[in-house]
Every structure is written in C-alpha cells, then in structure tokens.
C-alpha cells in the first residue's frame, strides 16, 4: 500500500479513522522544527488552532504545515524560508489532523517532542 492510499484509507471513515498514524517527513519545508526523515504523529480528531502544525487536504494532495489565521482566513505556510512562496489559503474543512508528537528519524526517545 502506498503511502497516499494509507492517508486516503486513514481518512476514509474506516474504523480506524479517528486513531492518531504516523507519517515521515520527506522535504525540509518544515525545518527547522521538523527534519526531513522525521517521523510525525497526526491526531484526526485533534483541535485545530493559530499556530498549530497540521495536516490538510489541498488540490494537490495531502500536505503538512504550520496553520495560520488572519482576521477570518486561515493560511497554511511552511516554517522554511525558502518555501514562503508556497503559503496558501485553505477552508478550515480541510484540516484532517493535528501533529500531535514527532521523533527523529531514528525514533530514540530523547528525540521526541509533544504539541497541544
């Protein structure tokens, strides 16, 4: 199973759709906070706030970022510089889960970080 028919079944309404899944990070438009090759633990039914790191459904596909809100819109941007071009406006709809842990690529334990 590939890794978007793994999201797409997560997020289907299985039984499993509301169990937090694992992901890694395979770019560094998340750095520094999140290495490439980190792991993340994504909560579907986490809550969704300014400044939250979350994963999102856009027309391309599945994409994680910081979410940001200004006035009554709501933005995802990248944390990496070089990325700030792709920042863009979503509908809080399609926000599917919060990042809720992440763990280096090697998953040792001091390595981890927690976010709520």
């Given at each position: 199973?590939?890794?978007?028919?793994?999201?797409?079944?997560?997020?289907?309404?299985?039984?499993?759709?509301?169990?937090?899944?694992?992901?890694?990070?395979?770019?560094?438009?998340?750095?520094?906070?999140?290495k490439k090759?980190?792991?993340?633990?994504?909560?579907?039914?986490?809550?969704?706030?300014?400044?939250?790191?979350?994963?999102?459904?856009?027309?391309?596909?599945?994409?994680?970022?910081?979410?940001?809100?200004?006035?009554?819109?709501?933005?995802?941007?990248?944390?990496?510089?070089?990325?700030?071009?792709?920042?863009?406006?979503?509908?809080?709809?399609?926000?599917?889960?919060?990042?809720?842990?992440?763990?280096?690529?090697?998953?040792?334990?001091?390595?981890?970080?927690?976010?709520?």
């Amino acid at each position: 199973m590939s890794e978007s028919d793994f999201v797409a079944d997560q997020m289907s309404g299985g039984c499993g759709s509301s169990e937090p899944f694992a992901l890694q990070v395979i770019d560094d438009s998340m750095e520094p906070e999140f290495k490439k090759d980190c792991i993340i633990i994504i909560d579907p039914t986490g809550v969704a706030r300014h400044g939250a790191y979350v994963f999102a459904m856009v027309e391309s596909g599945y994409i994680f970022r910081q979410l940001v809100q200004e006035e009554d819109k709501y933005y995802l941007q990248p944390l990496n510089e070089a990325y700030m071009h792709e920042k863009r406006i979503i509908q809080f709809d399609q926000i599917e889960g919060v990042i809720i842990q992440q763990s280096g690529a090697n998953g040792r334990r001091k390595e981890r970080k927690h976010y709520r």
